[in-house]
């Protein structure tokens, strides 16, 4: 015979399941923030995008500007990456023609990630090694 001592209670039912809320739309603020940090990649590298991000990343109402800024981030050292191999081919004269190309993306890919940003909200560049995540 068991005494009410030895009876373990049931344990307790778990909390009904409440989903993420859902990702804020961004701010018009952020959008031209995350914009200003896409076309600053041709002329400060990857200053800008890691400045956006060291500020925002620990900001749970700026996650849209906190993914921008990786993602720029993570374009502009595919392209520190993509001029360091082409100085290294200046030795066999390819290299000068590699740097221009890697410069005119840059530009063009950033000018593109802009509009994009400041119209739909978001874009991710293709060829780019995501090295911040």
Known sequence: MSTPSDQVPPPP??????P???FAAP??????????THLSG??????VPLVVWFVF???EDKRYL???????LNFQITIVLAYFISAILMVVLIG???WGLVWLANLVFSI????????DGSYRYPYTLRLIS
């Open 13 to 18: 039912a778990p909390p009904p399941y409440e």
């Open 20 to 22: 993420a809320p859902p």
């Open 27 to 36: 701010s018009s603020d952020d959008k031209n923030i995350a914009m200003l």
């Open 42 to 47: 041709p002329f400060f590298s990857v200053v």
């Open 57 to 59: 990343k620990d900001r």
């Open 66 to 72: 906190v993914r921008e800024a990786k993602e720029a």
């Open 96 to 98: 000068g023609l590699l």
């Open 112 to 119: 593109v990630a802009a509009l994009k940003v400041s119209a």
